[in-house]
């Protein structure tokens, strides 16, 4: 199948990013949040930042143009009635995904693909919300989606191998690099990624070692750009310690269940970056 228009479903920063993803590689999209103004909002951000990018040099004023003019931000769901794609990026919250996949069932037409931006949640649970199982998938972005060049896809039980083609394609027109992997909690890079976050939290809490000496040991022994800390900050702590709680009720591995201080700082709203504080203080 043809993809040539993207719906992307939620108000979140992973929405505008992809969003601005989508656009500059020449789809039309549809940005929908449960209002208007968070819609406005999203676009107002997705201009923000391609107006940085001409600053910068790295993008002509032309193309912003015309990357502005692909994006449309819709309030009402049945907007999306015409897309080819639609990519939900709503809170991680299975039923709430599951209630939207069955409304988009209903909206869209018989050929569209249904996907989710889901980082862990299991796609066969949204899949069998609709009438069209096996047109439903994940593609799963990074955060920040513009920057990040990986985007797993998901096969679930009941996607097709021509789902699976067409997602995998779109990523790749976005500039994408995909990788194809089974419907498994965590996928590839959060099943590997979250034991360590989660043990460096726990070595912190422990007294092992202080946050800093943490951080800085992982960048300057394993050559990351930022350490565990810090990327738990990025993620957020809430996001994480959902991540973790869904990993660990999956495969019931110690690895996964949650060190005590990330739920302590999630009931103190010490979210990370986006509450202002986290790990660190942002709001110095």
Known sequence: ?????????????MGSGMAEVAGKAGFEVVLRSRQQATA?????????????????????????????????????????????LVIESILEDLDAKKHLFTDLDRICGDGA???????????????????????????????????????????????????IAAATEFATTCGKKPVLVKDQAGFIVNALLFPYLNNAARMMDAGVASRDDIDTAMKGGCNFPMGPLELLDLVGLDTSLSILEALYAEFNDPNYAPAPILRRMVSAERLGRKSGAGFYDYRK
């Open 1 to 13: 199948m043809t993809i040539k228009r993207v719906g992307i479903v939620g108000s979140g920063i």
């Open 40 to 84: 406005d909002a999203m676009v107002a951000a997705l201009e923000k930042s391609l107006a940085k990018q001409v600053e910068r040099g790295k993008l002509e004023d032309a193309e912003r143009t015309a990357v502005l003019g692909r994006v449309r931000a819709v309030a009402d769901l049945g907007e999306l009635a015409e897309c080819d």
């Open 113 to 163: 693909i249904l996907a989710t931006n889901t980082s862990t949640l299991p796609v066969i649970e949204m899949a069998m919300s609709t009438s069209r199982p096996e047109k439903v998938c994940g593609v799963h972005f990074f955060n920040p989606a513009p920057a990040m060049s990986l985007v797993e896809i998901i096969r679930c039980l009941t996607s097709s191998d021509e789902t």
